[in-house]
């Protein structure tokens, strides 16, 4: 099986800067892509990075220029580095990857989800 935990969520100030991590852990044979998601209170879960490999980064239009998406495959991480923080980047951050295994395939894997409040 395969496990995804993130860290890095926290309260911070409109205009600060947050790390968000996610390590995958279990039986990998290699990581195809990492991407993270938000939901906010009341809404859907919502795309906001990925990274495909050989620098393939795709962000959505609200967080282009303000948050960083890094691939570490070689550590199964992934990284999401935000800045300029807006009360509307609140809400519970997930991490996504899709992950080959000899006994399954192409699997996707989330994580548990790590919380992020903007205040105002």
């Known amino acids: 099986q395969v496990q995804l935990v993130e860290s890095g969520g926290g309260l911070v100030q409109a205009g600060g800067s947050l790390n968000l991590s996610c390590v995958a852990s279990?039986?990998?044979?290699?990581?195809?892509?990492m991407a993270w998601y938000r939901q906010a209170p009341g809404n859907g879960r919502e795309f906001v990075a990925r990274?495909?490999?050989?620098?393939?980064?795709l962000y959505a239009d609200s967080v282009r220029g303000r948050f960083t998406i890094v691939a570490d495959v070689w550590m199964k991480t992934a990284y999401l580095q935000m800045n300029n923080l807006k009360p509307d980047d609140t809400g519970v951050y997930y991490c996504?990857?899709?992950?080959?295994?000899?006994?399954?395939?192409?699997?996707?894997?989330w994580g548990q989800g790590t919380q992020v409040t903007v205040s105002s």
């Open positions: 990274s495909a490999g050989a620098g393939s980064r």
């Open positions: 996504h990857m899709n992950i080959y295994q000899w006994s399954t395939g192409s699997t996707d894997y």
């Open positions: 279990g039986d990998i044979v290699k990581i195809d892509s």
